[in-house]
């Protein structure tokens, strides 16, 4: 089909235009057996999965590997890993405590299962923490950025 000039893809001067029904047909007829993709095209299960799959970890072109932030660590850490209970007591509520010597990282050998209590013992035998602060904790005393508790 020919332009003729008077239109122009896009532009709003075609909004509003009378199209004559000779004109009409022609178009309808052309466009017969087309499937228009703006209707919603939808990827099967099979190939959902498939998708699913060629991204996960490593495969995925925003991993980070070991050089992942430590909230992005403990997240991913959570959900590879069931939560168990703590190593020492066998408390429900327990966290993960990176164990001495380790750098962060994505394999679970790195990490403890460790209630507050254990963990909060665990790194008193860190480096962080002064010999006089390590004393402070290990006598059950607060330090001085801990909040009392509401009894």
Same mark, same amino acid.
């Given at each position: 089909m020919e332009?003729?000039?008077?239109?122009?893809?896009?532009?709003k001067?075609?909004?509003g235009r =009378?199209?004559?029904? #000779?004109t009409?047909?022609?178009?309808? *007829?052309k466009? @017969?057996?087309?499937?228009?993709?703006?209707t +919603?095209?939808?990827?099967g299960e099979?190939?959902?999965?498939?998708?699913?799959? *060629? @991204?996960?970890?490593? @495969?995925?072109p #925003?991993? @980070?590997?070991?050089?992942a932030?430590?909230? *992005? =660590?403990h997240?991913?850490l959570?959900?590879?890993?069931?939560?168990?209970?703590?190593e020492?007591?066998g408390?429900e509520?327990a966290e993960?405590?990176?164990?001495?010597?380790?750098r962060h990282g994505h394999y679970?050998?790195?990490?403890r299962?460790l209630?507050?209590?254990?963990?909060?013992?665990?790194?008193?035998t860190g480096?962080?923490?002064?010999?006089? &602060?390590?004393?402070r904790?290990?006598? +059950?005393?607060?330090?001085s950025? &801990?909040k009392?508790?509401?009894s």
């Open positions: 332009n003729k000039g008077w239109f122009k893809r896009g532009h001067t075609n909004v =009378i199209v004559s029904k #000779q009409r047909l022609k178009i309808s *007829a466009n @017969k057996g087309h499937v228009y993709r703006g +919603g095209w939808k990827h099979t190939t959902k999965a498939k998708c699913r799959e *060629a @991204k996960i970890a490593e @495969k995925n #925003q991993w @980070k590997g070991d050089e932030s430590y909230g *992005a =660590i997240k991913w959570k959900r590879n890993h069931e939560d168990t209970p703590c020492e007591c408390n509520k993960w405590a990176l164990k001495h010597g380790e679970r050998s790195k990490y299962r209630c507050r209590k254990h963990h909060a013992e665990y790194d008193i480096s962080k923490r002064t010999p006089e &602060q390590r004393a904790i290990s006598e +059950g005393k607060r330090l950025w &801990q009392k508790k509401n």
